[in-house]
C-alpha cells in the first residue's frame, strides 16, 4: 500500500512548517494526519477512490484534497513550495538521525547552524557538549550519524551494486523463502550510478523470507523490519530494501519501482485516458471496477496498448509516445 508514502509526505510537510516557524496547530494537525494514514489498515488508495478520506482521524477537507492531488499527480504542489521557502541545507538536517525539528531550531538558535557541514564543525570543535541536555555522548552519537548520512549519500557506482545485488539475490534464493525476485529502480534502468537499491520478491512465507534477508552475512545495520518490508544496511555503507509483493501484483509492482516518477506519473495519465486506474498493485477496470493483475512488468504496457518498454528507457524522454506509434527502435522490442 501507499500508507507509507502518504505518511511520509505530510510528516515532511509538518516538518517544513515547523522549520518554517508556523503555528503549532498547523504542525500538529499535519503530524496528526500523518500517523493517521500510518496506523490505516486500508489501503489510501482505495479508500481516496471510495471518497472516504475524509473519514480518516485528523484529515480535514484541506488535506484530503492534497492527498487526492498527490494521488493523481505523484506530486504535490503545496508540498513543493515548501521546499522552495526552506533553503535545502538545512532541510538536509533533518535527514540525520537525532536531529528533528525542534533541535534543529534550537541549533539554529545558539549556534547559527544551517548546514550539516557546520554541525559536523561544531560537533568536532566540541561546541555542542557544552549546550543544555546534550553532553559527550549526544556529541559523538551525532558525529557517527553524520558520517554514515555522507557513506550513504554518495551514489553507488552500477559496478559496485549489481555484483552486490546478484549476491543478496543468490543468497535469498538459497534461503528457499523466495518465489520470484527481481532489482528494481535506477539499478534495474542501469543508470550509472544508483542511490538506495530496491529488490522485490514475491513468497509464500513472507516473514521468513523477511528474516532471511536481514540474516545475510552482508547486513551491517537493519534499519527497519516489518511483515513486507526491510531496510538494511551493508558493511559498505550502502542501503538495501527488500519490498515482499503479493505474486499477482509483481508485475504492477515491479513497473511501480522501476520507471523514473516522471515517466510513471505519464503512465498513470495514459491508463486514465483509457479507462484505467493504475498502482502498483493492479489495473483497474474505472467503469467496472473489474482488477487486471499482470505477472510481469511487460504484460502492464501491453494492457495499456503500448509495446513493451525495457527498463533501462523508462525516464519520460518520449519512450511512452514511442511506443504508442510503434516507433520503438527494433533493438528494444520484446516478443
Known amino acids: 500500500m501507499r500508507n507509507s508514502e502518504l505518511a511520509r509526505l505530510l510528516y515532511d510537510i509538518s516538518e517544513l512548517l515547523e522549520i ?45 484534497e492534497k492527498l487526492e492531488e498527490y494521488l493523481v499527480a505523484g506530486k504535490l504542489t503545496y508540498h513543493e513550495d515548501l521546499k522552495k521557502q526552506v533553503p535545502e541545507e538545512l532541510h538536509e538536517l533533518l535527514r540525520i538521525p537525532g536531529i528533528g525539528p525542534k533541535t534543529l531550531q534550537f541549533l539554529n538558535k545558539e549556534l547559527g547552524i544551517k548546514s550539516v557541514d557546520e554541525l559536523d564543525r561544531a560537533a568536532k570543535e566540541h561546541r555542542l557538549r557544552r549546550l543544555p541536555h546534550f553532553g559527550e555522548t549526544k556529541e559523538e552519537n551525532i558525529l557517527k550519524a553524520i558520517k554514515r548520512y555522507r557513506q550513504r549519500s ?38 550509472e550510478t544508483v542511490g538506495d537499491i530496491d529488490i522485490l520478491a514475491t513468497s509464500k512465507d513472507q516473514e521468513a523470507a523477511i528474516e532471511a534477508f536481514v540474516r545475510l552475512p552482508l547486513v551491517d545495520e537493519i534499519l527497519g523490519k516489518g511483515l513486507t518490508k526491510a531496510t538494511i544496511v551493508t558493511g559498505d555503507a550502502i542501503q538495501v530494501d527488500l519490498r515482499i509483493v503479493e505474486s499477482r501484483s509483481f ?65 519520460d524522454t518520449g519512450e511512452i509516445e514511442a511506443a504508442l506509434e510503434g516507433r520503438l527502435p527494433k533493438k528494444w522490442l520484446r516478443p
Open 20 to 64: 518554517k516557524g508556523e503555528s503549532t496547530f498547523k504542525i500538529r494537525a499535519y503530524a496528526k494526519a500523518a500517523r493517521a494514514i500510518e496506523g490505516l489498515t486500508e489501503d489510501i488508495e482505495k479508500v481516496a477512490h471510495e471518497k472516504r478520506l475524509k473519514e480518516i482521524p485528523g484529515v480535514g477537507e484541506s488535506i484530503a
Open 154 to 191: 554518495t551514489r553507488i557506482p552500477l559496478g559496485t551494486a549489481l555484483p552486490l545485488v546478484r549476491e543478496i539475490i543468490d543468497g535469498l534464493k538459497k534461503s528457499g523463502f523466495i518465489e520470484k525476485i527481481e532489482p528494481a529502480g535506477s539499478l534495474r534502468r542501469r543508470k
Open 251 to 315: 508485475g504492477t509492482s515491479l513497473q511501480y519501482f522501476t520507471g523514473s516518477k516522471e515517466h510513471n506519473i505519464k503512465l498513470r495519465d495514459l491508463a486514465r485516458q483509457k479507462g484505467f486506474k493504475l498502482s502498483e498493485y493492479d489495473l483497474e477496470e474505472v467503469s467496472s471496477g473489474k482488477k487486471i493483475y499482470c505477472e510481469s512488468d511487460d504484460e502492464v504496457y501491453k494492457k495499456l496498448g503500448l509495446s513493451s518498454i525495457p527498463p533501462e528507457i523508462r525516464e
